[in-house]
């Protein structure tokens, strides 16, 4: 084989990558959750512009590449003359994307709490706020929690996609130890496995989740 | 911000534009066609009675299910070849693709299949059909129509993943893309046109959708309701 044979210390690159690529999925998910919740509150409003915008911008999202997304957000960020590090890029397109995506569902999840609750809160005189914060999100986040955490997978999974800007996560540290060693199905192997590891136990925590939810209740999920 | 957008010197690619939308279609059909048919047979086996089948289907649709495309794209191109394997980029491209959205239909399909209630399938079999009509019929079909929906916006989903294959070097519309923008260096102008594209692409791969859906299932158009 080649001069270098795969030892702890590229073993110990690629798990930093790995972290990286937790620490991205992070932050994609707490911009696209800011993002988010405000895109499903625009697409229920009683404005019907407001309703519209919101659609429209759901729609052009989920219809653009999140590759693309990342291209356009690195080189977008860096035409308005800052001098955008990867993980600014990467952040930013995975906030956009995942908002797309997390308004979606969680417009399903509001719209899935009963009408009663809506117009028992109304005629309690609770105002606007209140109602939602206190009567229809804490319902809607029950019904939320294994839609969401399964798109949480769909987060780590598509920040692979951060490597093409030149951020090293896990992609980009194993494609510089391929570099390094070309050995490229043990390498590859490696990184799904790693992959693997962080998605399994979300994927099972989602569906024991909606497990709980139809055994507890008897509701249909809306996503 | 003193940028003058130049949408002009991307456009002149336009021809090489085309070229790469029609690799896009290509492998986003192919991969529609093929994974359908892999997905089904695959929910068809996850239902079956045999004691290995339906673990191997799982272990099939969860090892791809929580892995990203890029990375069994990678797998498939510089992985395999390196084991003996060699593929030109796009055919590791359609290969990979149909792989993972065959496992994504396996999840969808079977949630159709479950749903068909064990009466139906008693009912064909007191009417004396072969195992293959009561497939058919009695399965396949109304189980497509309940997951119809979902069906569809996973091939929509699948058509912007080809993007990704890209980065194994396959010529469609984002390899066009990198490649104009590294001649240009009009890098955001390009990704605009190319983003425009795709979301052209997505609006007509719905539009179509729907459109075969009110063909494939008139009972669904006559009701005018979800069964």
Redesign the interface.
Known sequence: MGNASFNLAYFGYMLQGAAWTVGLSALGFIGGGILGALVALARISRRTPVRWAASLYIQVIQGIPLLVLMFLCYFGLGLMGYDVPALAAAACAMSVYASAYLGDIWRGCLQAVPRAQWEAAECLGLSPAQRMLCVIVPQALRLATPSTVGFLVQIVKNTSLASVVGFVELVRAGQMVNNTLFEPFAVFSLMAVLYFAMCYPLSRWSYALERRLKTGRRTRLAA | ???SFDYSSVLEYWPQFLHGAWLTIQLSFGATVLGFALGSLCAAASNSRSRWLPRIVGIYV??I????????L??TY??????GLPMSATVAAMATLVVNVGAYTTEIMRAGMDSVSPGQIEAAECLGLSRLQIYWHVILQPAMERVYPALTSQFVLMM??T??T??ISAEEL?AV?NLV?SMTYR??ET??V??AM??CL??LMRAGFTLLGLVLFPRRRKLGTPI
């Open positions: 911000m003193q940028y969860e090892v299910r929580n892995t990203p495309l890029l990375v069994q990678f797998l510089f992985g395999l070849s390196s084991i912007l993943a993007s990704i890209s980065q984002t893309a923008q890098a955001f990704y605009m190319t983003a795709y979301l997505a609006l």
